[in-house]
Each structure stands twice: as structure tokens, then as C-alpha cells.
């Protein structure tokens, strides 16, 4: 069975940092893409970061100059470093990773989720 598994979100005050950290096993293949996104109440999810292998970066408007992303040596691993962090960073964080794994039906090429992670940050 395939799983991401997220861990280090939780309540830090505004200014504050938080590191994620996001860790692929199971029957895969191959990854390409890992990345975050996120979901506040109320909100559809969106993007917060992606890297590829190469380490090619793409990041939101919104977290740009504050957030860094980056793979782990094992190359199955993502962190995600959140500085300077506002309450309106609030959300559900989520781990993502696309590649040939193998799924219910067989080997498909698509993408992983986490369960996701909570990050809170106060005012």
C-alpha cells in the first residue's frame, strides 16, 4: 500500500516558523513532482509549493520569499520550511506526490495524497 505520511505542523504566534516534513513508501515506482497544498475552512485546496527531481521550485504568490521546499537525499522525502508565518497560512497541509505506484487496480500513474497536517498560527 502506498502512503505519504506528513508530520510537524502545529500552533505557532504570527512571525513564528513550522518545518513539514512529508515521507512516500510503499509500492512505488516512480515519483516526479512531490509538493504541498493546502485547504483552509471554507476554501477549496490549493498549491502551496512543487519541486521536481531536478529541483525546479514553483511556489504560490502567497508564500514566496517565506516558504522553501526541498527534496530529501532518499529522494522520497519533501520538507516544506514555513518563516514568517500569518494566521492566514491557517490550514490543513498536504503532502503530494505523482508517479507510477501501484494502486487498488493495479500500477497507475497519478497522484498521492497525505491525510494532512494541521498548521495554526495565531495573531
Known amino acids: 500500500q502506498v502512503q505519504l505520511v506528513e508530520s510537524g505542523g502545529g500552533l505557532v504566534q504570527a512571525g513564528g516558523s513550522l518545518r513539514l516534513s512529508c515521507v512516500a513508501s510503499?509500492?512505488?515506482?516512480?515519483?516526479?513532482?512531490m509538493g504541498w497544498y493546502r485547504q483552509a475552512p471554507g476554501k477549496q485546496r490549493e498549491l502551496v509549493a512543487t519541486?521536481?527531481?531536478?529541483?525546479?521550485?514553483n511556489y504560490a504568490d502567497s508564500v514566496k520569499g517565506r516558504f522553501t521546499i526541498s527534496r530529501g537525499d532518499a529522494k522520497n522525502t519533501v520538507y516544506l520550511q514555513m518563516n514568517s508565518l500569518k494566521p492566514e497560512d491557517t490550514a490543513v497541509y498536504y503532502c503530494?506526490?505523482?508517479?507510477?505506484?501501484?494502486?487498488?487496480?493495479?500500477?497507475?500513474?497519478?497522484?498521492?495524497w497525505g491525510q494532512g497536517t494541521q498548521v495554526a498560527v495565531s495573531s
Open positions: 519541486v521536481t527531481p531536478g529541483g525546479t521550485t
Open positions: 510503499g509500492s512505488i515506482f516512480s515519483i516526479t513532482a
Open positions: 503530494n506526490a505523482y508517479g507510477t505506484h501501484l494502486g487498488t487496480t493495479g500500477w497507475r500513474t497519478g497522484d498521492i
